[in-house]
């Protein structure tokens, strides 16, 4: 019963590029949608969030779109650093937050 | 000056047994979480606490349960531990509100053999 997913379990790109990782929610009570970065042997990290109002929010390199219709999300990075390799969490709450199972990231130099 | 702090990192332990995971925070946040991360990768919520109300998710079993000595303090209490209970388990917490991020601990590794 996964309310959010992500379809991807791993993305390649090149150091420079776009990076872009997808999410798809299915439950249409969420009003705010976070991604999170993970490194090994650490928790993740809050990144960049966007409220279902809103259908943009950047911040520096990373910028959150919702596409409320189509129930999806993305997280564009640009340019792509090689310190940006994690695994990448979309969540979504009205409570308690759900996540998605990660794409993992790996920018290549 | 670590905002979310679990221990131990690592714990291996047999079948059967009964342990616990310590979480603190100090960022002064309301509200703590346990989620489990299992074998495929998934975070799924086990418990909201906050100094009012426990949710617990009903998958659960009832085999684990929180305690909260204080607001700073959620431990996870694990009887009789099984082998599918294998899996990391983060610690976050966070300011009650709408859209408000958690902040993660680093996660205990629990290996039951």
């Known amino acids: 019963d996964q309310q959010v997913k992500q379809n991807s379990p791993s993305l390649s790109v090149q150091e420079g590029r776009i990076s872009i990782l997808n999410c798809d929610y299915t439950n249409s009570m969420f009003d705010y949608f976070l991604w999170y970065k993970k490194y090994p042997a650490e928790g993740p990290t809050f990144l960049i969030s966007i409220s279902s109002i809103k259908d943009k929010n950047e911040d520096g390199r990373f910028t959150v779109f919702l596409n409320k219709s189509a129930k999806h999300l993305s997280l564009h990075i640009v340019p792509s650093q090689p310190g940006d390799s994690a695994v990448y969490f979309c969540a979504a709450s009205p409570n308690d937050m759900r996540f998605g199972a990660g794409t993992r990231l790996t920018v290549k130099p | 000056d670590t905002a979310v702090s679990q221990t131990p990192k690592y714990l291996v332990t047999q079948m059967g047994n009964d342990k616990s995971i310590k979480c603190e925070q100090n960022?002064?946040?309301?509200?703590m979480y346990w989620y489990k991360q299992d074998s495929k990768k998934f975070l799924k919520i086990m418990f909201s606490?906050?100094?009012?109300?426990?949710?617990i998710n009903e998958t659960v079993p009832n085999r684990f349960s929180p305690k909260s000595p204080d607001k700073a303090h959620l431990n996870l209490h694990i009887n009789s531990l099984e082998l599918g209970d294998s899996a990391v388990y983060f610690c976050a917490s966070s300011q009650k509100g709408q859209g408000a991020s958690y902040t993660f601990g680093s996660g205990t590794r629990l290996t039951v053999v």
């Open positions: 606490y906050n100094n009012k109300e426990l949710i």
């Open positions: 960022l002064g946040h309301d509200t």
